[in-house]
């Protein structure tokens, strides 16, 4: 059996008196496609943080790709809700960027990033600033300078939701195409039930605070999901299941926060 791609073992995590993660036990394989599900402040990007160094756990330890995750770690690429691009590089060099710091050479590095702006949908715009662009199209350039660096592992924590319904839907299917075409292993954060079963191969969903891994639920939807997929009965069963305790640990994160 091999490796997992990320381990996650024992971790907890205190700010000061605060406890936001406690004990939180998970393996991903190479090549899955977890959501994180969970009330508002179960610690799910406080997770993501740990897992890519940003921060430290308080106690346990991270593996990713077989090593121990001690500070920022250039095997894991993050994609923000806010698209922090550079606003005085153009498209092609904010997704060089990366590679540029890497020591590489002008000629290599736009090779490649020419080919993750094209995979994102993006050719064309190779010469366009930041604010030239509008909110879904400047996510596509963070996910393309994630891809860029060729990471083991790519974190998202809610990368769409500023965005309008459309667009999301857009972007939602960019990102199974381009996952499928990567291979990459993913870890994505959403509150989104329907955007979960969309996009997982596997999804977690946290408890109210302090965040701990309560359910893990494998999505045997069949791609391409399609409306009629998001119309079976699989879909719906799955849906309930996960809105149930979801709203159970939604509950108790409010009562908590009355006591």
């Given at each position: 059996?091999?490796?997992?791609m990320?381990?996650?073992?024992?971790?907890?995590?205190?700010?000061?008196?605060?406890?936001?993660?406690?004990?939180?036990?998970?393996?991903?394989?190479?090549?899955?496609?977890?959501?994180?599900?969970?009330?508002?402040?179960?610690?799910?990007?406080?997770?993501?943080?740990?897992v890519?160094?940003?921060?430290?756990?308080?106690?346990?330890?991270?593996?990713?790709?077989?090593?121990?995750?001690?500070s920022?770690?250039?095997?894991?690429?993050?994609?923000?809700?806010?698209?922090?691009?550079?606003?005085?590089?153009?498209?092609?060099?904010?997704?060089?960027f990366?590679?540029?710091?890497?020591?590489?050479?002008?000629?290599?590095?736009?090779?490649?990033?020419?080919?993750?702006?094209?995979m994102?949908?993006?050719?064309?715009?190779?010469?366009?600033y930041?604010?030239?662009?509008?909110?879904?199209?400047?996510?596509?350039?963070?996910?393309?300078?994630?891809?860029?660096?060729?990471?083991?592992?790519?974190?998202?924590d809610?990368?769409?939701?500023?965005?309008?319904?459309?667009?999301?839907?857009?972007?939602?299917?960019?990102?199974?195409?381009?996952?499928?075409?990567?291979?990459?292993?993913?870890?994505?954060?959403?509150?989104?039930?329907?955007?979960?079963?969309?996009?997982?191969?596997?999804?977690?969903?946290?408890s109210?605070?302090?965040?701990?891994?309560?359910?893990?639920?494998?999505?045997?939807?069949?791609?391409?999901?399609n409306?009629?997929?998001?119309?079976?009965?699989?879909?719906?069963?799955?849906?309930?299941?996960?809105?149930?305790?979801?709203?159970a640990?939604?509950?108790?994160?409010?009562?908590?926060?009355?006591?």
């Amino acid at each position: 059996m091999s490796e997992p791609m990320i381990s996650i073992q024992g971790v907890s995590k205190f700010f000061g008196d605060f406890e936001a993660l406690k004990r939180v036990d998970l393996e991903v394989a190479q090549g899955e496609f977890v959501v994180l599900l969970g009330a508002s402040g179960c610690g799910k990007s406080t997770l993501l943080n740990l897992v890519t160094g940003f921060d430290k756990p308080t106690s346990g330890r991270i593996v990713v790709n077989g090593r121990e995750v001690n500070s920022v770690d250039p095997h894991c690429g993050m994609v923000f809700q806010q698209y922090a691009l550079v606003p005085g590089l153009t498209v092609l060099d904010n997704v060089a960027f990366g590679l540029k710091m890497k020591g590489m050479g002008r000629a290599e590095r736009n090779d490649i990033a020419h080919r993750f702006i094209d995979m994102v949908g993006l050719k064309g715009f190779e010469n366009k600033y930041p604010n030239a662009l509008s909110g879904g199209m400047r996510q596509r350039v963070s996910i393309a300078r994630v891809l860029a660096n060729d990471p083991d592992v790519i974190l998202l924590d809610e990368p769409f939701a500023a965005l309008d319904a459309m667009t999301r839907q857009v972007l939602q299917d960019e990102l199974l195409r381009i996952y499928e075409q990567s291979g990459k292993t993913i870890v994505f954060i959403t509150h989104s039930i329907d955007e979960a079963l969309l996009l997982s191969t596997r999804m977690l969903i946290m408890s109210a605070r302090p965040g701990r891994i309560v359910t893990d639920i494998r999505n045997d939807l069949p791609m391409p999901r399609n409306a009629d997929v998001q119309l079976s009965p699989r879909y719906n069963e799955l849906k309930s299941q996960i809105w149930e305790t979801v709203q159970a640990e939604v509950m108790r994160s409010l009562e908590a926060t009355t006591r």
